[in-house]
């Protein structure tokens, strides 16, 4: 059964750092890409970072340049969101998902091109 677990997520405070991990079961992620988005209540889903099946970046939201960095471990089955200098307005549910594709979509929205989705683990950035 495909499972996608992610973990990590919780209250820290602005400034500190977090890093989510996305955990596959019933599927290789070796052969799929695999997204980070987020969803802040009252607010549309976006994308975040994406990493393709050659370990290729992709970044989808201007505001986490140089904060944010995505990275798989295949060996594990998981990909990684790492996030420093965090800050209140990147409070939110962090989903993963995972595209049967090579490479990470461009075309807005990027989300239709995910096919599996995560149940999502909420980031709390507060004082």
């Known amino acids: 059964q495909l499972q996608l677990v992610e973990s990590g997520g919780g209250l820290v405070q602005p400034g500190g750092s977090l890093r989510l991990s996305c955990t596959a079961a019933g599927i290789s992620l070796d052969y799929y890409t695999v997204g980070w988005f987020r969803q802040a209540p009252g607010k549309e889903r976006e994308g975040v970072l994406c990493i393709n099946t050659s370990g290729s970046i992709s970044r989808y939201e201007d505001s986490i340049k140089g904060r944010f960095t995505i990275s798989r471990d295949n060996a594990k089955n998981t990909v990684y969101l790492q996030m420093d200098g965090l800050k209140s307005e990147d409070t939110a549910v962090y989903y993963c998902?995972?595209?049967?594709?090579?490479?990470?979509?461009?075309?807005?929205?990027?989300?239709?091109?995910?096919?599996?989705w995560g149940q999502g683990t909420q980031v709390t950035v507060s004082s």
């Open positions: 998902a995972v595209a049967p594709v090579t490479y990470c979509p461009i075309n807005r929205p990027v989300s239709l091109r995910f096919d599996f």
